[in-house]
């Protein structure tokens, strides 16, 4: 008897403590449903008790004497069974928590299976079967919610695969808002987002809006078995900057969730790499914030007309070239222009362009009047007329040519020295007309001092001899007289660029000799110098 009292308290106590429900994390403790199959059974025999007779009267009585109490035979108390039932440590979950249970009253080592049913007993989900351990119990399990039940009551029943027990519990499936979370809530039109979103229905389609519901969506998703979401690098649109909702809405639940998200706007910047440019430079630029792959008209100075280049930008939106806008023949102050095509925004860079600084060389740097000198010059104003002056406060303009396509020239403008030039330095000065670039150097005009030369200086009567004179002026005409610069004309001849002739003339010389030296005169008819030799007669058969 007392072991059985013992068994019965014992039952009583768990069946006690299981009707009791334990909160969780994934929810609420709702009403915690107990049920299972099997029971237990005491039995008791009782205890017999002799009856008494009780005497009355007067007079003696007789008094049956009473039997020999029998001897009592203990019956043996059966092992009542356990009962059978499971306990959710939460009868209210949502979707993405956890059905944690435990249970008692099967098979000690059996497969026992899982199941989730609806509240007609219809199998909804297949669960990952559980073993019991070595005293029928189940130790604390904990499954994840079945995709794809719906808000409302549920069931979980579990089976022992061998002993056939089974207990079944019910619970409520509570719904879940959707949740979305970006990887960052700003970015550039026409850049990217990143975003991650739980609680949609699973494998509904889940469409991204911009701004709002109406129109066609950015994009769609389909939500996975759990009802997540997940978008990488989902492209933006070209849109001005600000701020924007983003809706997130599953076609199935059609519950939109919306997110804040801020849309940067642009705001592009150039660098020149040289803000005092010679004439004609290749500029390169470097520039940051246009929108991706974006074209770039840079015009110069004004954007009426046609640009002068156009750039595009690369996927990052910048700008790194070297060398790709060529500036034409300008001076002093200037503005560069950048447009971007897409998004109209503007920048203006300014710079000042530099004069042209040419170069110049001469073909001789001294030389007498006559002396021709031809110009060597580059860097100037391509295909503009160049004019060459020489000569300081009264200075003469000796020539006038072209510069070739690259602004360069050789062996161009060549002119003489001019006659009547003073010995010394005399600067050579070269003015282009466009650019009005000038450019002086120096050149040396040599004194003028002719000499005169015969073929025979002393011979008898009759000799021929002829002239020859040098360093006069270039190419001017020299006249030989005889005796005087007013004499007889003996002959003439035109000098070379050096100043200089030879062996002009045939003159026979006649006279008594011993006599005074016959003088003849050469006279530069443009410069006026005048260079003397004399002849000897002498008698016949005397040496030379």
């Known amino acids: 008897m007392i072991r059985s009292d013992l068994i019965l308290v014992s039952v009583l106590a768990t069946l006690a403590s299981a009707s009791c429900a334990v909160s969780s994390s994934s929810g609420d403790a709702g009403p915690v449903r107990l049920a299972g199959t099997g029971g237990m059974t005491a039995t008791a025999t009782p205890v017999g008790s002799a009856a008494g007779a009780d005497g009355g009267g007067s007079g003696s009585a007789s008094t049956t004497p009473a039997a020999p109490a ?58 990952s079967p559980i073993v019991a351990n070595k005293d029928g119990r189940i130790d604390e399990v904990s499954l994840p919610v079945p995709a794809g039940l719906n808000p409302g009551e549920h069931a979980i029943h579990v089976t022992g695969t061998l002993s056939g027990r089974s207990a079944r519990t019910a619970f409520r499936l509570q719904w879940l808002a959707p949740k979305v979370e970006l990887a960052s809530y700003t970015a550039k039109a026409e850049h990217s987002f990143s975003f991650v ?170 030389g007498r009047p006559g002396t021709p000198v031809s110009l060597v010059g580059a860097k ?41 030039v003073a010995a010394g330095g005399v600067p050579v000065t070269v003015v282009g007309d466009s650019s009005q670039a000038t450019t002086t150097i120096w050149f040396q005009v040599l004194e003028v001092k002719p000499s005169a030369e015969l073929t025979a200086y002393k011979g008898p009567s009759g000799t021929t001899v002829a002239f020859t004179g040098r360093a006069f002026a270039g190419g001017e005409r020299v006249i030989v007289h005889l005796r005087d610069a007013g004499g007889p004309v003996l002959a003439e001849a035109t000098t070379n660029d050096a100043g200089a002739f030879e ?36 008698r016949p058969g005397l040496a030379g």
């Open 70 to 127: 029998a001897t009592q035979v203990p019956t043996e108390t059966p092992t009542p069974l356990p009962t059978t039932f499971i306990l959710l440590r939460s009868g209210s979950v949502t979707p993405d928590a956890r059905l944690n249970f435990v249970g008692q009253g099967f098979k000690p080592g059996e497969a026992i299976a899982v199941t989730v049913e609806d509240e007609q007993g219809d199998t909804e989900a297949k669960l």
């Open 197 to 366: 979103g739980r609680g949609f229905t699973p494998g509904e389609v889940v469409e991204v809006h911009l701004g709002g519901l109406g129109g066609t969506p950015l994009t769609t998703f389909t939500a996975d078995a759990q009802g997540m979401v997940t978008g990488r690098n989902v492209p933006l649109p070209l849109i001005r900057g600000g701020d924007y909702p983003l809706y997130f809405v599953g076609r199935q639940s059609q519950t939109p969730v919306s997110v804040g998200f801020n849309v940067q706007g642009f705001t592009p910047w150039v660098v020149l790499d040289n803000y005092a440019p010679p004439p004609y430079y290749k500029m390169g630029v470097s520039g940051e914030d246009f929108a991706p792959n974006e074209p770039v008209q840079v015009y110069l100075d004004t954007r009426v007309g046609n640009p002068i280049v156009t750039l595009e930008a690369s996927a990052q939106g910048k700008i790194r070239l070297k060398q790709v806008i060529e500036l034409p023949a300008l001076r002093g102050p200037h503005t560069l222009i950048f447009v971007a095509q897409q998004t109209g925004s503007e920048y203006k860079a300014d710079f000042i362009a530099q004069p042209f600084t040419p170069s110049l060389e001469l073909s001789v740097y001294a």
């Open 380 to 420: 100037w104003e391509h295909n503009e007329t160049v004019r060459a002056y020489m000569g300081d406060k009264n200075r003469k303009m000796v020539a006038t040519f072209q510069a070739d396509a690259s602004g360069s020239f050789r062996n161009a403008g060549s002119f003489k020295v001019p006659i009547g």
């Open 503 to 538: 062996h002009v003339g045939s003159y026979t010389v006649t006279g008594p000799p011993g006599g005074d030296a016959l003088p003849f005169v050469l006279v530069g008819q443009d410069s006026g110098a005048k260079a003397t030799t004399h002849f000897k007669i002498t």
